[in-house]
């Protein structure tokens, strides 16, 4: 997919936004800061981040504009972040219509059983209250992100502690479809962060983790007043 310097082995490295669905980035986006850092590290060829609005449709299915408007935020927010599009390439998963067809072959590598026994996929289920009534495009979204993975060859993905057992089912199928197909695939590699409560940032009301479906996160794009209303709402911690 791309051409590699002379005399380099480093695989490319794929830097994406599974993360947030398509929504507005929240501030302590752990991974967001490691992108940048990677970016500027100049140790790699090409990294190419994703915004992924096809997974976004996973369980916003009756309300299609926004994630239209929400393409736009995320944009916007990486470029405040500091991604530079001459050093990475930032693109929409719907306009790479062979990171579908690659997720489709997938498909018959991964069991029900398996998929039903992924912690991420259960947690996420559960937030959603999807318990009864599960969306197949939600339900399958794991070999998903393996497929806009792999279709990079990518080595590296930075992510938080929650999407670890994602990145293994990745591994997973890469190694399936390389005993059946032959070494093609690129087996990858989950980047956390170094510092531990980066991992997994709690809400403001001091939830496990912010999620936009709980309503506790603090946006990049939120304005001032906003956020000091968030901030002066917030969980305490008495440990700290």
């Known amino acids: 997919m791309a051409e590699w310097k002379k005399g380099l082995t480093l695989q490319p490295r794929l830097f994406y936004t599974r993360g ?36 976004a449709l996973t369980d916003n299915a ?20 500091g991604l530079d599009p001459e050093k ?36 996420e289920i559960q937030m959603r209250n999807f318990e009864t009534s599960i969306p197949v495009g939600f339900f399958t979204y794991t070999h ?17 502690e929650d999407q670890l057992p994602m990145i293994e089912q990745a591994r997973e199928i890469v190694r399936k479809f390389n005993s059946v197909y032959g070494e093609t ?15 997994r940032l709690p809400g403001t009301d001091g939830k496990a983790k912010m999620s936009k479906s709980l309503g506790n996160c603090i946006y990049l794009s939120d304005e001032p007043e906003d956020i000091r209303k968030k901030i002066m709402s917030m969980f305490t911690d008495p440990n700290h």
């Open 185 to 199: 695939l690129v087996e990858p590699t989950a980047l956390i962060p170094e510092n531990e409560v980066c991992c």
């Open 62 to 81: 009756d309300n299609p504009e926004k994630i239209r408007q929400n393409i736009i935020e995320v944009a916007l927010d990486y470029l405040s972040c």
């Open 144 to 160: 998903s992100q393996a497929s806009d993975i792999t279709a990079f060859k990518a080595t590296t993905v930075p992510v938080g």
């Open 20 to 55: 947030q669905r398509n929504q507005m980035i929240k501030c302590g986006f752990g991974s967001l800061k490691r992108r940048v850092e990677l970016q500027n590290s100049g140790e790699y060829d090409k990294i190419f981040i994703m915004i992924a609005d096809a997974q």
């Open 88 to 123: 990475c390439t930032i693109f929409i998963q719907s306009q790479v219509p062979e990171l579908a067809e690659l997720s489709f072959f997938y498909m018959n590598l991964v069991t029900v059983s398996r998929l039903q026994r992924n912690p991420t996929v259960k947690t």
